[in-house]
């Protein structure tokens, strides 16, 4: 069982930056794939940026260059550093976690609003 807290959401004008973090229970946090999702008022929820255990990266593409995931193991927290934010990143950010094997992200945490302001 891993379960998840994330912080660090808020509101912020055009062109901030905030950084969220989720911190992890567990000791298996190390071979966890993470990942950090979205979701705006009556879209989808979509992916954002994922870390994988051997800290590879994956962005989608409208943060590319602006999103930084990264993740201290020490911690057991994963980061999403987002700068120059737009109006359209207003979301509900939620973290996630798969577990080794697993073809899907099996845990969520509750969310954290992002609301940027133009």
């Known amino acids: 069982q891993v379960q998840l807290v994330e912080s660090g959401g808020g509101l912020v004008q055009a062109g901030g930056s905030l950084r969220l973090s989720c911190a992890a229970s567990?000791?298996?946090?190390?071979?966890?794939?993470m990942g950090w999702y979205r979701q705006a008022p009556g879209k989808q929820r979509e992916l954002v940026a994922t870390?994988?255990?051997?800290?590879?990266?994956n962005y989608t593409d409208s943060v590319k260059g602006r999103f930084t995931i990264s993740r201290d193991n020490a911690k057991n927290t994963v980061y999403l550093q987002m700068n120059s934010l737009k109006p359209e990143d207003t979301a509900v950010y939620y973290c996630a976690a798969r577990l080794p094997g697993s073809l899907k992200y099996n845990y969520w945490g509750q969310g954290t609003q992002v609301t940027v302001s133009s």
């Open positions: 567990g000791s298996i946090f190390r071979i966890t794939d």
């Open positions: 870390i994988s255990s051997s800290r590879r990266t």
